[in-house]
DNA sequence: TTGTAGGCGTTATCAC
DNA sequence: GTGATAACGCCTACAA
C-alpha cells in the first residue's frame, strides 16, 4: 500500500511550489495556463486527492453539512429518504458531503458535530414546537437550518411545507363540494407524543377553513389499521356521502374504503395528504407535501448562509400548499373555483 | 463568536502539558488519577472539543464511515432506512460517524471518500453481479464491506441476507401445502435492469426447491399496480386455489387479491418476501429480510477491519432465511416438518 | 504570475 | 507519570 500523494509531491512532479497546487486547486489566484496545466496532469498522473482532514484544519471550512435525522416514528421511510437524497445531492453539486446525526443525540449531538468541526452547517429536520435544539442553535458557531417552524424560532432559519394552508385547502376543497361533515384520519397518538410542530400547523389552517365554510371537523387519530377502519366506520354512520381528509395511513385507509366496497369519488369524497410516492394514492385528489421542493431550499439557504448571503439569513419560509384534483372526490357541483383554496394554488417547476 | 478552545487553551486552565491533555483524552497512557481529574475539569468548564480534522491530519484516522447508498428504486424506502440508521447507531457506539455518498458517484465516489482520508471504511449498499465498484475497492487504502454478493467477489469482505436460501424456503412452504404451480410475483423489469445479484440469487434457490419438489414456477414481473392485477389473474386462471410467491409489491397485490374478493390464507396460499415494516404485511406468512441483523453484522465486519482482527478478513457471510408462518397460507395438511425449509429455520437474537 | 514560510490543532516519539 | 517537540498536509498572507 504505497503511502497516498501530498500536494508537495504533486508540486515536485510539477516543478512548482507547493502552493501554486494549492492555488490551482482552489483558484484563488490567477495562475498561467501553462503551469495549470503541469500541474493538472501531475495531479492524475498521481491521482493525487487533498487529505480533508489537513483543509479543514487550514482552510477552516470541512466541505460537510450534518444532517440531523428524526426520530424513526416521525415520518414516513419515504419522505425521509426523499430528502437524505436531495440534502445529499445538492450539497455534491457544491462540493460537500452529508455527515448523518441520529435525533437521538439531541441538543449535545448539534454541539457536537460543531464543535469539533465536523461541518460548515447543519440541517435538523422534524424540529419540535417546543425543541431544546432551537436554544443550542443560536450558540453554535455554524449555520443552523431547521426544517420545521419551532414555536419560539424567532431569527431562527427556519422552511418547511405549509401544513397550514395545507390544512386550509382540503377542508375548503371538501366544503366545496357540499360536505357539512368531515372526517379527518389524523396523525396517531404516537405521532402527536413527540411534539411535532406540524400538526398544530395543519390542524390550526384545517380548523380556520372549517369555520369559515360552516364545516364541522371530526379528527380521528390513527395509528393502526384498526384505528383506521374504526374511522372509517364512524365516518359512514353519519350522512350520505362521507368526506374524508386522509394525512396519514393512506393505503390502510384505502383498504378499508374497499373492504367496505365504498368507491372513492362515488361513494366517499377522498381528498390526502401525501408525503411520498404511495404507489396507491395514484389519481387521488390530493395535496403533496413536496419533500423535493422543501429539501431544495434547505438547501439553498444552507449555502446562502455558508456563502454570507446576508439575504438569506433569518426568517421562516413555507412552500405553498397546493390541490392536484384526481377521482377520489366527486365532480364538483359548480364550476366556481374553491374559494380560499385557489390562494394556495401555485404550479411551481419541478 | 469566541474562538473555539483548543487543547493547548484546556492545557493552560488545567495547569498541564498540552500533550497531558491529549493522552487524558485518548487513554493512550497511564495518568495519576489527580491530574485526570484537573483535565476533565477544565475540558468542560471550557466545553472543549478537539478538531476532528486536527486529529484525523495528526492521527491517520477519521473516526467516519462512509455509507454508499443504493440508487432509487433499487430497495424499498423503508429497508433503506433501517439499514441507514442501523448504520449510524452502531457507528455512534463506537464513536464514529456515518458520511454518505450516492451511488451515482460510482466508483469514483469510492477513490474519493477513501483519497480524501474522509473515512476510515467504506460500506457499499446494493451491489451489482457485475460492479466496477468490486475491482476499485481492491486497490483502496481502506477497507470495504459489501452489502450484497457479486459475481466476482474473491476475497471480498460482503454480507447479506441470504436470498437463495429465501426462494428455497418459499417456494418449499408452498410445495408442502400441495401446490404443483406457484406464481412469483417479482422484481419488475426497472429493477432487473440494474443488474442487483440478489435477483439471480433469489431465482437459483426457488428454482433448485421447485425441481426437488416438482412444482413448476411462473415469474411474473411485476413495477405497477395493473402489472400484479394480471399477474393474480393470470395465477386464479389455473387451478383450483392458486400459490402466490411475492417478492415485491406487497400492498398492491393484498388489494388486488381484496379486489377479487379472494381471500389470502382461504381463497389463495400467499408467502411474502418482506423487506421493512409493511402494515399490511402484519400477520403473512413470511420470510424476512431482516435489515436489522445484516446491518448489525454489516458493521461487526467494518470495525473487526478497522480494528485489523485478521479473522475478519474476506469472505461472504450470508443471514439465514426463516420462515414465519401467518394467517395468509392454509394449515398445512399434515404435521410433519416444512422439508428443506427447515434447513434454514433458525433463531436469532435479535 | 510565482515562491517562501508560518500556522492550523492534534498525535505520538522522545526524553526526563 | 509528565513535558517538550517533530510531524501531519494544506491554506494563505507576505515577498519577489
Redesign the interface.
Known amino acids: 500500500?504505497p503511502k497516498?500523494p501530498t500536494s508537495a509531491d504533486v508540486a515536485r512532479e510539477a516543478g512548482v511550489s507547493q502552493s501554486t497546487v494549492s492555488y490551482v486547486m482552489s483558484g484563488k489566484r490567477p495562475i498561467s495556463e501553462k503551469t495549470r496545466r503541469r500541474v493538472a496532469e501531475a495531479i492524475d498522473r498521481l491521482?493525487?486527492?487533498?487529505?480533508?482532514?489537513?483543509?479543514?484544519?487550514a482552510g477552516h471550512r470541512?466541505s460537510?453539512i450534518a444532517v440531523v435525522?428524526p426520530l424513526?416514528q416521525a415520518s414516513?421511510?419515504?419522505r425521509?429518504?426523499i430528502f437524505?437524497?436531495e440534502f445529499?445531492?445538492a450539497a455534491?453539486r457544491r462540493d460537500h458531503?452529508?455527515?448523518?446525526?441520529?435525533a437521538d443525540?439531541g441538543a449535545a449531538g448539534l454541539?457536537?458535530?460543531a464543535?469539533?468541526?465536523?461541518c460548515d452547517a447543519i440541517v435538523v429536520m422534524e424540529v419540535g414546537s417546543h425543541d431544546a435544539r432551537v436554544e443550542t442553535a443560536r450558540g453554535l458557531?455554524v449555520p443552523v437550518v431547521f426544517v420545521g417552524i419551532p414555536d419560539d424560532g424567532e431569527g431562527l432559519d427556519c422552511l418547511d411545507f405549509d401544513f397550514e394552508g395545507a390544512g386550509e385547502v382540503i377542508v375548503s376543497e371538501l366544503a366545496g363540494l357540499g360536505h357539512r361533515t368531515v372526517d379527518v384520519i389524523g396523525w396517531g397518538e404516537d405521532v402527536h407524543a413527540q411534539g411535532f410542530n406540524y400538526i398544530p400547523r395543519f390542524t390550526a389552517g384545517a380548523e380556520r377553513a372549517a369555520r369559515r365554510s360552516d364545516v364541522r371537523l371530526r379528527w380521528h387519530r390513527a395509528s393502526?389499521?384498526e384505528d383506521v377502519r374504526r374511522a372509517v366506520d364512524n365516518a359512514r354512520a353519519a350522512s350520505g356521502v362521507p368526506a374524508l381528509a386522509v394525512v396519514t395511513?393512506i393505503?390502510?385507509t384505502?383498504?378499508a374504503l374497499?373492504?367496505r366496497r365504498l368507491r372513492p369519488g362515488r361513494d366517499v369524497d377522498v381528498v390526502a395528504l401525501t408525503t411520498?410516492f404511495v404507489?396507491?394514492a395514484?389519481g387521488l385528489t390530493n395535496v403533496s407535501t413536496r419533500p423535493r421542493d422543501v429539501s431544495r431550499r434547505v438547501m439553498e439557504r444552507v449555502f446562502g448562509l455558508i456563502d454570507g448571503d446576508l439575504a438569506t439569513r433569518g426568517g421562516a419560509d413555507l412552500v405553498p400548499a397546493s390541490l392536484t384534483r384526481g377521482g377520489s372526490t366527486r365532480s364538483r357541483p359548480a364550476d366556481r373555483p374553491a374559494g380560499p383554496a385557489d390562494n394556495h394554488r401555485e404550479k411551481e417547476a419541478s
Chains 1, 2 share one sequence.
Open positions: 500500500m497516498a491521482t493525487y486527492e487533498p487529505h480533508a482532514g489537513a483543509r479543514a484544519l470541512t460537510t435525522m424513526r414516513s421511510a419515504e425521509l429518504m437524505v437524497e445529499t445531492y455534491r458531503d452529508v455527515l448523518l446525526v441520529t443525540e454541539r457536537r458535530v464543535g469539533r468541526s465536523l458557531a393502526t389499521g395511513a393505503p390502510e384505502l383498504h374497499s373492504e411520498g404507489s396507491e395514484d
